[in-house]
């Protein structure tokens, strides 16, 4: 079975801060698919990224970067120089390769508060 | 530029009552899927479809229905609901052109049953 688990329930940082929320999975695919959502206080669900396992590469977009380590099952997720608007919830998802349907499973989530 | 449109954005019902979700969406994608969101528990999946008139269970699907007459519609019901259904429900779709493509989701609708 797959799982995702994002074990940081709440952070809380200080503006310009770098922060990183963690993300590890589980599944007995060998390929697959991970993603990044971001949920604003507003609630509707932004698609951040999508990674296939066949890359390792990090990648990095604006103040966003990702670290993806197939040897430790990890997708992790940072954020430089912080700001109040990246206030949110983020969720990590996991998806296996040609997944019937394309079926996502998420992690729980990581509320995210950037104080000024 | 709607995307995925959910309708209604709020309701409160009564135990027992029945209701209907909507959602639509405008992107021509073959897959669209029901969420339910509820503190700490992440996104889970009710049920989903991979085609007009195809659906499938996911991880929780008592308690809900769901029909997929027209590729654009997806439609998610309550029989009799209950107090454990107080939720923020999330309707979303993608595409099958190519493997895994991100989903696109709603606004979401919050139901509470009293």
């Known amino acids: 079975a797959q799982k995702v688990t994002q074990a940081q329930t709440e952070i809380s940082v200080v503006e310009k801060e770098d922060v990183t929320l963690d993300c590890v999975y589980e599944t007995r695919d060998t390929t697959y698919y991970l993603f990044w959502y971001k949920q604003p206080p507003s609630g509707e669900l932004v698609f951040l990224i999508r990674r296939n396992s066949f890359d390792e590469q990090n990648e990095i977009s604006g103040r966003y970067s990702w670290n993806f380590q197939k040897s430790t099952s990890s997708f992790n997720f940072t954020i430089t120089a912080s700001q109040v608007v990246d206030s949110a919830v983020y969720f990590c998802a996991l998806s296996g390769y040609m997944e019937y349907g394309n079926k996502l499973v998420f992690g729980a989530g990581t509320i995210l508060r950037v104080k000024s | 530029n709607a995307g995925v449109t959910q309708t209604p954005k709020f309701r409160v019902l009564k135990t027992g009552q029945s209701m209907t979700l909507l959602c639509a969406q405008d992107?021509?994608?073959?897959?669209m899927y029901w969420y339910r969101q509820d503190p700490g528990m992440g996104l889970r999946l009710i049920h989903y479809s991979v085609g007009e008139g195809t659906t499938a269970k996911g991880e929780v699907p008592d308690g809900y229905n769901v029909s997929r007459l027209k590729k654009q519609n997806f439609l998610l019901g309550l029989e009799s609901a209950a107090p454990s259904q107080t939720s923020v429900y999330f309707c979303?779709?993608?595409?099958?052109?190519?493997?895994?493509?991100?989903?696109?989701f709603g606004d979401g609708t919050r139901l509470s049953i009293l």
């Open positions: 992107m021509n994608h073959e897959y």
């Open positions: 979303a779709s993608s595409s099958r052109t190519e493997s895994n493509q991100p989903q696109h």
